[in-house]
């Protein structure tokens, strides 16, 4: 029953935004947490964004804080993911996943505690 759909992904300018979106079927998102990851080619999945599931503490590597921004709308059941300032190597399969019920607000939980995840959708940077 539980389904999770990533969209919004595109080909886009070097120095140009996007907004993905993930909307989750199924259940409620008030209470759970929820993450974004990216893969590159031939490399692992790696975290980009997590939020807790009240929406109040976003998340984010130091690598990405500034430039992205994670957020929920858990009446209408979506997440979204605001990229900014992107750049080719941004260039990756981006995922949403359903993550636990409880996040700390400090750090984003192992990806072995998201259960439900997305088929993802490509960004690509290129001019």
């Known amino acids: 029953q539980v389904q999770v759909v990533e969209s919004g992904g595109g080909l886009v300018q070097p120095g140009g935004s996007l907004n993905l979106s993930c909307t989750a079927s199924?259940?409620?998102?008030?209470?759970?947490?929820m993450g974004w990851f990216r893969q590159f080619p031939g490399k692992e999945r790696e975290a980009v964004a997590c939020?807790?599931?009240?929406?109040?503490?976003?998340t984010y590597p130091a690598s990405l804080a500034g430039r992205f921004f994670i957020s929920k709308d858990n009446d209408k059941s979506i997440l979204y993911l605001q990229m900014n300032s992107l750049e080719p190597e941004d260039t990756a399969m981006y995922y949403c996943?359903?993550?636990?019920?409880?996040?700390?607000?400090?750090?984003?939980?192992?990806?072995?505690?998201?259960?439900?995840w997305g088929q993802g959708t490509q960004v690509t940077v290129s001019s």
């Open positions: 996943a359903i993550g636990p019920g409880y996040f700390n607000g400090r750090d984003c939980p192992d990806q072995s505690e998201y259960s439900y």
């Open positions: 199924g259940l409620t998102l008030r209470d759970i947490a």
């Open positions: 939020i807790s599931g009240n929406g109040m503490f976003p």
